[in-house]
């Protein structure tokens, strides 16, 4: 609720306009109400809604991924791209427990597009398990085709993000939002954090994987607090 009592009186009466169960007449003696008193405010509509909204920064914070996190780098390199693409942060906790900061929707955003990732890698790995099948360095080959698949997704995360930072750069508004956002967010993560230490890997499973990962299409409209907006797609 906010502080001050004329700003929720207009929000009440607004909110009565809108009603379903209100009549005609009640509707309209709202409405009237209402505009008469942000005139003597002097506010407008969008500043009534907006002094009711909440503030998206107030739920910045972490939250713990149930699960260890698998110490394989390719799993660092995917979960990197889904920060790239969210606009969070994430690290890994001494337990190897992967802690994702943002607000409510960024987290939410964050766990299901880097689960749907990993889904990607794996179903692409069990085709390149069968064409190896039998040999010495089947593992290693292994591990070097999944880093060179979420190497692949990562670069299309950055191209996405890239191009949409030109398409609609944050302006006014927005961009005092993304500031105060993006030191919430730094605020929220401890220092020391756990990186995930670069493994050798065979140059040939490293390129296989790279060459398939482009079948895994990211959407350039990703807006990184839709959850509905992520998946396949060019």
Known sequence: MTANPKIERIRKLL???????????????????????????????AD?????????VATVRGERDPKPQPAASWYGIAAAAVVR?????????????????GTDD???????LYAWVVRQIETLSRGAAKIVKGRSDARSYLH???????????KKAREMVE????EAPP????????????????????DGLVRTKPARVSLIGYAAGRADGESIGLRRDV????????????
């Open 163 to 166: 191009f949409r930072e030109r």
């Open 171 to 190: 302006v006014g508004e927005a961009l005092v939002l993304r500031d105060r956002l993006a030191e919430a967010i730094k605020k929220a993560t401890p």
């Open 15 to 45: 909110a009565m306009a809108e009603s379903p169960t209100a009549n005609e007449n009640e509707a309209d003696t709202a409405r009237k109400l209402a505009e008469s008193l942000m005139s003597a405010v002097g506010v407008t509509e």
């Open 223 to 234: 807006a990184g607090t839709t959850v509905k907006r992520l998946g396949s797609g060019s």
């Open 144 to 154: 070097a085709y999944r880093v060179g698949v979420a190497s692949a997704i990562a």
């Open 106 to 112: 960024q987290r939410e955003t964050a766990r299901e």
């Open 48 to 56: 009534v809604r907006e002094a009711d909204a909440p503030d998206p």
């Open 85 to 101: 693409v969210v606009g969070c942060f994430e690290y890994r906790d001494q337990s190897n427990h992967r802690i994702w900061v």
